[in-house]
């Protein structure tokens, strides 16, 4: 079998690796084999946060329109019933930005959807 000189792709193949951790701390950004061990480990973290983050933001959405809701006199799931049943399309996100930062506009929303009967 012949001899195979990977010389370039492998230090090519480490160097890539290690420019990923280059932030690390200690062995972790300097030692190849450890730096492999904390890349699979941070993308594996990266890859479950993503989803964590997702679930925070909706329950930060859903304390925030259940905040403004509760202002105006009316409960989160009632909010979120009537806008389904009127086939109302506000995503939660959009409803805690317009509750945030406009809250005359939240409650002429309110006013609409509650005074629809269900």
Do not use: P
């Not at 403004?68 to 806008?83: P, Q």
């Amino acid at each position: 079998m012949t001899r195979v000189k990977r010389g370039s792709v492998a230090r090519k193949y480490r160097k890539n690796i290690l420019d990923f951790v280059s932030g690390f701390r200690g062995a972790h950004s300097k030692l190849f084999r450890t730096a492999n061990q904390r890349r699979g480990r941070s993308l594996a973290y990266a890859y479950v946060d993503k989803n964590n983050s997702k679930r925070a933001f909706r329950r930060l959405w859903i304390a925030r329109i259940n905040a403004a809701a509760r202002r105006d006199g009316i409960t989160y799931s009632s909010v979120i019933h009537s806008l389904y049943k009127n086939r109302i399309a506000l995503n939660r996100k959009t409803l805690a930005q317009i509750a945030t930062l406009d809250a005359y506009c939240f409650s002429m929303i309110i006013e609409k959807v509650s005074k629809i009967k269900i």
